[in-house]
């Protein structure tokens, strides 16, 4: 079995943790990449404990970095076998730090980045008890090859509010990524907001840094 998740971790700006954001990171980077946002978000999200685990696996094409999943980008497959071998690692994970500050699944809230991205759209509407929102940065909603959407549909046992976000200069993971995933999320019953970052790549800019933190504070305050 592969060895159980950890990374870096912020406490809670007012001392007490009442919800709990989780950062999931790139390809080829590690927790260290996203868990500064969290500090960005302390002063709209007091009362949030911030972590960002490192992905299990050592990644294939960065001698240091981690990786949710491989790939080749040879199979057009392995993203969808990939969110899924990831998948069961992850929960254990948020099942245990939800459990570490007694707080109930409507306390979450899942922060992805690129392949992050991937894996907190894929297990946030796979989670037994609905998360409070989701925020995806240059990322992608991940379907099975053949676009089955009843199948997809069927495995979905939440449907939490999602923002996506992406740089309209993103040569890695292309701007239309974005509107099909929104509109796919849209088909799917789930409350769904996006922004286009204007001159941006593969990256996350001041605004929509603002607008990820904002929506959570919404989803938050919703969620009560």
């Known amino acids: 079995m592969a060895a159980e998740l950890d990374g870096p971790r912020l406490s809670p700006r007012s001392g007490t943790a009442r919800q709990l954001v989780v950062f999931l990171h790139g390809y080829g980077a590690d927790g260290n990449d996203l868990i500064e946002l969290g500090r960005a978000w302390q002063p709209l999200l ?3 404990a911030f972590v960002s685990p490192h992905a299990p696996e050592p990644c294939g094409e960065a001698p240091v970095g981690r990786q949710w999943f491989a790939l080749t980008f040879r199979d057009p497959n392995e993203r969808w076998r990939g969110v899924n071998a990831a998948a069961p690692l992850l929960q254990r994970f948020l099942d245990a ?6 707080l109930p699944p409507a306390a979450l809230a899942l922060v992805g980045f690129s392949q992050g991205t991937m894996m907190a759209l894929h297990i946030g509407l796979r989670c037994t008890a609905r998360p409070a929102g989701i925020v ?5 909603l991940v379907l099975p090859e053949n676009d089955d959407a009843e199948a997809v549909a069927a ?3 939440s449907r939490p509010p999602v923002l996506l976000v992406h740089g309209d200069r993103d040569d890695l993971i292309p701007p239309q990524a974005l509107f ?20 941006t790549g593969h ?3 001041a605004e929509g840094m603002r607008q990820g933190g904002e929506f959570l504070a919404r989803a938050f305050a919703t969620g009560r």
């Open 136 to 140: 995806g940065y240059s990322g992608l």
């Open 180 to 199: 099909l995933s929104a509109q796919k999320l849209a088909d799917l019953g789930l409350p769904t907001e996006w922004h286009l970052s204007v001159g």
């Open 155 to 157: 495995e979905i046992k």
């Open 97 to 102: 730090e939800l459990a570490r500050h007694r």
């Open 203 to 205: 990256g996350i800019d």
């Open 46 to 48: 007091p009362h949030a």
